[in-house]
């Protein structure tokens, strides 16, 4: 097979790097983080990459990636409003402190991407599949996640008020300290996710398929409705919970030690012995 070749007419005769890509760490730590370089052009063909020890970087207001391929390290630091990325493929690419509010990244599929501090407010991730993505401190408010599939989320400390994350699948997801308030959890799938001190004030989970093992020591879960779904074997220690409403919620072994339950009310659920005597020690009666 030929080697792949760059569209831009100063790389024409650049073969792909053979990088080590068995861990995205490594696979970083081999290129420099900053490499002067002429901005890419944004008509691109069908294949994208970067050259050996460069970093390619993208600096126009107005992108549009609809349906490309993009392997390589690629750089999209700076303002970019309604950028466009549907159906596009991207891997090892750097979103990080990117302003890109009202990006449009339907149909997506990214692995190993950063997005750490970046703006993505109103953008839509909508049917995004992907694995190792960081969303640290990230701003995502608004935005659509809906029916998203993402091996390794982590979303630590990330601003995620009004979201949709409806239908959204990801063990092991990280939302510690993460803004979840008002943001829709219906019929997501997070096995051991950690919400460990997240805000998730007036969220709603309507019928989530699986939260067993998920961690929500010392969040913020006033308001909270959830309505059916399993949340077997979920920590609630030093919770908030106050005014927060379960029906029809499956929460067998599930721990409450020091959660606060003043107000909440616990609808045709299956509860485990713990929380039977945390809501007899908060109300003085048995439900």
């Known amino acids: 097979m030929p080697p792949r070749v760059y569209p831009n007419d100063h790389l024409a005769h650049a073969s792909r790097p053979s990088l080590d890509k068995s861990h995205p760490d490594t696979y970083r730590k081999q290129i420099p983080d900053q490499i002067p370089r002429p901005p890419l052009n944004i008509s691109f063909g ?3 990459t970067a050259p050996p020890g460069e970093t390619p970087k993208t600096d126009v207001q107005t992108i549009n990636f609809s349906g490309q391929t993009l392997f390589g390290y690629v750089d999209f630091g700076g303002i970019h409003a309604d950028a466009e990325f549907a159906s596009a493929k991207i ?8 302003f890109m509010r009202k990006a449009n990244l339907m149909n997506v599929s990214i692995y190993r991407g950063d997005f750490t501090q970046a703006c993505f407010e ?3 991730f909508m049917n995004m599949q992907g694995g190792a ?4 401190g990230a701003n995502l408010g608004d935005v659509n996640l809906m ?3 993402i091996i390794r989320a982590n979303f630590t400390g990330a601003g995620l008020v009004d979201a949709c994350l409806a239908n959204i699948e990801s063990d092991d997801a990280n939302f510690t300290g993460a803004n979840l308030t008002r943001v829709l959890l219906g019929g997501v799938r997070l096995p051991n996710a950690n919400f460990t001190g997240a805000i998730l004030t007036a969220a709603r989970f309507e019928s989530p398929k699986m939260l067993c093992n998920a961690n929500f020591t010392g969040a913020n879960m006033q308001l909270v409705k959830a309505k059916g779904g399993k949340f077997n074997r979920a920590n609630f220690t030093g919770a908030d919970l106050q005014s927060a409403v379960f029906e029809d919620v499956d929460l067998t072994d599930t721990t409450w030690w020091g959660a606060n339950l003043t107000g909440a009310s616990f609808l045709n659920c299956t509860m485990s012995p713990e929380l039977l005597n945390r809501i007899a020690e908060v109300t ?4």
Do not use: H, M, V
């Open 122 to 124: 109103n953008a839509s």
């Open 147 to 149: 029916n998203a599939k």
């Open 133 to 136: 993505l960081n969303f640290t």
């Open 284 to 287: 003085g009666k048995k439900p």
């Open 91 to 98: 891997e090892d690419a750097n979103f990080a402190r990117s």
């Open 46 to 48: 069908s294949f994208i």
